[in-house]
């Protein structure tokens, strides 16, 4: 089971490298689409929404997220629940840059899932889905957090 482990790794790190190779002509590092492609999912998410969800400091993200929008990428704005907190939208400059990153993905797909019919992909999909629902609800950090 211990290589099952290595191999989703080592996917994920294939994935991951094949997207920033095809990505790096867009001007934006791998830090910086995933915030964007995050907030263009949800528009007007809280920054520390974002951090969590990307497992990176909240001071990390303020980072990318001031150059993100010195680049004109991603507007602030506060919360009017919580003064303290800001709210991420796009900018309209952001758009044309998503549809890329979109279309780029969608290639990568095309490409890592050649071979495999429907089925094996809705298969394999909810394979994964059920691998982190086990790791989530079994978490012994979690059960011992909430004990």
Same mark, same amino acid.
């Given at each position: 089971m211990e290589?099952? $482990?290595? #191999?989703? +790794? #080592?996917t994920a790190h294939a994935l991951r490298r094949a997207f920033d190779r095809r990505a790096a002509g867009l001007g934006v590092t791998r830090a910086q689409w995933r915030v964007l492609v995050k907030v263009s999912r949800k528009p007007g998410m809280r920054q520390? #929404?974002?951090?969590?969800? $990307?497992?990176?400091e909240p001071i990390? %993200?303020?980072?990318?997220?001031?150059? %993100?929008? #010195?680049?004109g990428l991603i507007?602030?704005?506060?919360?009017?629940?919580?003064?303290? +907190?800001?709210l991420l939208d796009l900018t309209p400059k952001a758009e044309p840059l998503i549809t890329k990153l979109r279309a780029i993905a969608n290639e990568l797909v095309g490409q890592a899932f050649a071979g495999l019919d429907d089925e094996e992909v809705t298969r394999l999909r909810a394979m994964l889905a059920t691998i982190r629902e086990n790791v989530a609800v079994r978490d012994p950090a979690k059960k +011992?957090?909430?004990?």
């Open positions: 290589t099952s $482990l290595i #191999e989703i +790794a #080592e520390v #929404e974002i951090a969590d969800m $990307l497992d990176i990390t %993200l303020c980072r990318i997220i001031d150059r %993100l929008e #010195e680049s507007a602030r704005r506060r919360d009017p629940a919580d003064r303290r +907190a800001w +011992a957090s909430n004990a």
